[in-house]
């Protein structure tokens, strides 16, 4: 039999709730009955929706039992004052019965990807635990935490934010040995006001550090010293490393290069260098490589190994992922879905991306970039240096604020706009043709990814294809 996640009492003593009746969790912790699977605990959070109103589905599904506030029928209970503080306290306890050793990302950039390369050098190296999706918020990092088996050896945790004060309380609740920032770039600058107020934020990762972790820093980001100071008042006993392409980074990126479908990255860690080829396109990937190559190796495993362990990797589906979509007129064109989310950066890094891409017509179908502030109407119009430098032949543009890069772009460049994502379909349909390589990107709500997702699902009606089944869609309280 497979170890017991969670025993009903081994819950009461973690949260002070009480059982209705003895329970066994053998399964995960759901909040989600769309995704829950027999023998899961079913969390009944309170969000957009209560999470009560769906606890006898979640016993239907299979459900061992459920974290509740409040009565709810089908099933064994465990009654708490606070689902959520309950839910944190479950992953506090976790991090406590656990001997993993513990990675923290964020940063404004690649922290997903970051930690998704992490955890496929974890996996290869014996049990370990990830956030699953981008679970990196207020319930996102407890619900992770609460999921990790006892026997974890490693585990990688993302921690997001979009107002101040969020990534500490995180920090202290995962507690990392290993405490990583991608980068410092113009995001969430409408919760944050500027770039020093996004880089205090950031620091705090290392607000929770272990005596004697290690802090991982990007070393060509303006931000560098300021983040080492921070991360050293933050963790006086801590050791820092740094990783880019700068010579004095610990992990140095000292070669990449790309074919438009894969890419070869070199990277050297203190003298010893090791290659990795993975299914990605974009310099910024070899950034991400080496973050993840460099805390991987503090872990006890050799550097060899994790780049073994790295090479083919693929990114999560909607942050570059490229596939090559039938027509039903006939022919293919290629989707670079990359619309999870975006900000001024991971624009600029997604077009020169697709420069690199082999094929016909370069396309691009772009939504608005949210929260990046009182800069917004300025950075929009400053990525059409970024658009023509891509070589795009097309441009589909959606959301009032993307009216200011339409003005930007020279007269001669097709584009159209639309002031809804929806609204660009039937240009889209009509413009996208045999060869072409079309990029979709926009902040997650502009509603870009629907898009991506509708092309696919074309395909698939039309008995061409099959829709790709790892699309990730929002995590809500079901």
């Known amino acids: 039999m497979s170890q017991l996640l ?13 059982a209705s009746d003895p329970f066994w969790v053998s399964g995960s912790i759901s909040i989600d009955t769309r995704s829950l699977m027999p023998g899961d605990l079913f969390v009944a959070l309170q969000d957009a929706r209560d999470g009560h109103d769906f606890a006898e589905a979640a016993f239907k599904a299979g459900a061992a039992g459920a974290l509740v506030s409040k009565p709810v029928s089908g099933g064994p209970t465990m009654m708490v004052d606070d689902v959520l503080g309950a839910l944190e306290m479950m992953g506090i306890a976790a991090r406590l019965r656990s001997g993993a050793i513990r990675t923290a990302v964020t940063g404004s950039v690649g922290k997903t990807s970051v930690k998704e390369m992490l955890a496929r050098i974890y996996r290869a190296a014996g049990p370990a635990h990830w956030s699953v999706k981008s679970f990196n918020n207020h319930w996102g990092v407890p619900l992770t935490l609460a999921r990790m088996p006892e026997n974890t050896e490693r585990a990688v945790f993302e921690i997001g934010m979009s107002t101040p004060g969020e990534i500490a309380p995180r920090s202290h609740m995962v507690r990392p040995h290993i405490g990583i920032i991608t980068c410092i770039a113009g995001a969430h600058l409408e919760g944050l006001g500027s770039l020093q107020g996004v880089a205090t934020e950031k620091a705090d990762i290392f607000a929770g550090m272990e005596a004697g972790g290690t802090f991982i820093l990007p070393a060509d980001d303006d931000f560098l ?13 801590g050791n820092r490393e740094t990783f880019g392409f700068s010579e004095d980074a610990t992990a140095r990126v000292t070669g990449y290069e790309s074919n438009g479908v894969t890419s070869r990255i070199n990277v050297e860690v203190i003298g010893q260098s090791v290659s990795v080829e993975i299914e990605a396109v974009g310099k910024h990937w070899a950034l991400n490589a080496a973050a993840a190559l460099l805390a991987a190796s503090q872990t006890g495993r050799s550097l060899a190994d994790c780049a073994e362990a790295l090479s083919g990797y693929s990114p999560p589906a909607g942050r570059g992922t490229a596939e090559r979509l039938p027509l039903p007129q006939g022919g293919h064109f290629t989707l670079v879905d990359d619309a999870y989310n975006a900000n001024p950066a991971s624009m600029r890094a997604a077009l020169a991306a697709l420069a690199q891409r082999p094929g016909g017509r370069r396309m691009v179908a772009l939504g608005e970039m949210l929260e990046i502030g009182a800069e917004s109407n300025r950075e929009h119009a400053g990525l059409a240096g970024d658009v023509v430098a891509s070589g795009a032949e097309g441009v589909f543009l959606a959301g009032d604020k993307m009216t200011h890069l339409a003005e930007a772009l020279p007269p001669g460049l097709q584009q159209v706009w639309a002031p809804k994502a929806d609204e660009l379909w039937n240009a889209l349909l009509n413009a996208v043709r045999d060869g072409d390589v079309l990029l979709i990107k926009g902040s997650n709500a502009s509603g870009m990814g629907l898009i991506a997702d509708r092309l696919r699902q074309r395909s698939a009606a039309a008995g061409l294809g099959k829709m790709d089944s790892s699309a990730e869609d929002a995590a809500e309280v079901r």
């Open 225 to 237: 010293d300021f983040l080492s100071s921070r991360a050293r008042e933050l963790c006086p006993t």
């Open 6 to 18: 969670w025993t009903s009492e081994e819950i009461a003593l973690a949260t002070g709730g009480t």
